[in-house]
């Protein structure tokens, strides 16, 4: 073999030497290059589902915080004001707003509690005392309508919104009446199991509220109401477990079925809800445990959304009453039944009272006139027009002012009774005077104050 051949074989075998060292290097880059690619797909995929899945969380929340029921409490009482004062109480801890579905001739026997407790949040749902809004014909259910109106706005000074009778019932002619006298709002029975409904009617403003049913075969077509539960053998589990189904979220089928909105208007007797201590716990538990799941409104809040626009002969009318003696069985007899302890006085009502005064001050109401009141009203407003005619001392005291009911409950047991329009002070202006004491503002009161005025002026 030549010299030449050596050296092209020498020559050769470098070149592959280098070639492979080449490649090598060229292999090691590629394969960093994919392990950085590798590593950063995975990082990304990481990222999207870390992303992905706090978007969802955030979706989740907004569509919890959408579909949060609205709320009112309803409140019916026509016994006494004990559980009554004491319901509302529990409801002002809590910032819920209600109605106190109630009639007239129980607002004229406690006219001055009733106007305390619709200083927290409370609104009058005028009712009929004595039998449902059914089939009553238009004349008698304009006149009973009108005065159920003047009684109530006579002691509270306010337009009521809203009128209701016995298992909330109401029809056509309830609407026409309302509408006649300017009265926005009407309950029906329920129609939709325990979601409410706010059904507006072509051609009418009025609109018709029908409350929250039970849908349990076991107290089916009572509202959803401690009463309803009460006296068919409930238990207080009875009804917490349908309050907590209530406000679970509406499915789509419901929202075809029933409307869009989401509304629940829970419902105690408040001789029930308000004294009966294991009734009491059953609300304390459902306020207190739901406290971030429900959206509670006053009264025009909640009407505000119809669910349905519909002409006058499609709205539906549930006249199923229910509460028949044979089927009236409470589990253990009202008065057997664990009662509140101490429940709170009007005057206790809110967490900050209605201020000091001592009773060691004694307001004298000789030589002077003191007039408490409420600064609404047609009398409250006649009174104190009158009072700015008149050369004599005068007093006022408005019932915001601090020690309002203290001042007037001293001069009450001083005097025993009232003259006036009511004989035991149950219409404001209370008006004081010498040895005197006056409840209400009529010409009859105006004279007979002339009266102690003139007597006095001529005795100095």
Not at 293 to 304: C, G, N, R, Y
């Amino acid at each position: 073999m030549s010299n030449f051949q050596k050296d092209s074989n020498s020559t050769r075998t470098k070149n592959n030497n280098l070639s492979d060292g080449k490649g090598v290097r060229i292999n090691f880059k590629l394969a960093v290059l994919a392990i950085f690619l590798i590593a950063l797909v995975i990082s990304l995929a990481s990222i999207y589902s870390s992303k992905t899945k706090e978007l969802k969380e955030l979706d989740f929340e907004i569509e919890q915080k959408e579909i949060k029921p609205q709320a009112i409490m309803i409140l019916i009482e026509y016994k006494d004001t004990v559980g009554l004062v004491n319901f509302v109480n529990e409801l002002n801890k809590r910032n819920i707003s209600g109605l106190l579905h109630v009639s007239p001739e129980f607002v004229e026997a406690n006219c001055e509690t009733i106007n305390e407790l619709l200083r927290y949040d409370m609104e009058i749902m005028a009712s009929l005392g004595d039998e449902p809004f059914w089939d009553i014909p238009y004349d008698e259910q304009k006149r009973i309508v009108s005065e159920m109106k003047n009684k109530i706005e006579t002691c509270t000074g306010d337009p009521i919104k809203i009128i209701s009778s016995p298992y909330m019932a109401s029809d056509m002619t309830t609407v026409k009446v309302a509408e006649e006298l300017g009265i926005p709002y009407v309950t029906a029975r329920g129609t939709t199991d325990t979601k409410a409904t706010v059904y507006q009617i072509e051609g009418y403003k009025t609109k018709i509220l029908s409350v929250s049913n039970i849908p349990k075969v076991q107290y089916k077509y009572g509202s959803l109401c401690d009463y309803s539960y009460y006296e068919r053998s409930g238990t207080p589990n009875d009804m917490l477990a349908e309050l907590m189904r209530a406000i679970e979220p509406l499915s789509d089928k419901e929202k075809e079925r029933y409307g869009p909105n989401h509304k629940v208007t829970p419902v105690t007797h408040t001789n029930i809800g308000g004294y009966l201590k294991p009734w009491t716990d059953m609300w304390i538990n459902f306020w207190d445990s739901t406290e971030n799941k429900i959206e509670w409104v006053d009264l025009d809040t909640f009407m505000a959304s119809s669910d349905w626009t519909l002409p006058d002969w499609q709205i539906p009318i549930n006249k199923n009453a229910p509460y028949t003696p044979e089927k009236i069985r409470p589990l253990i007899p009202y008065e057997e039944v664990e009662k509140v302890q101490n429940p709170c006085k009007v005057e206790n009502i809110g967490e900050n009272g209605l201020g000091e005064f001592e009773k060691n001050e004694q307001t004298n109401t000789e030589s002077k006139i003191i007039m408490f009141h409420n600064g609404r009203g047609s009398m409250c407003l006649e009174a104190i027009e009158f009072l700015k005619t008149i050369d004599y001392p005068v007093e006022q005291f408005l019932d915001t002012d601090e020690g309002f009911n203290n001042r007037l409950d001293e001069l009450r047991t001083k005097f025993g009774e009232s003259e006036g329009v009511s004989q035991s002070f149950g219409y404001y202006p209370i008006i004081f005077i010498n040895d005197r004491a006056f409840s209400g503002f009529n010409e009859e009161v105006k004279s007979q104050i002339i009266k102690e005025i003139t007597e006095y002026n001529m005795q100095g």
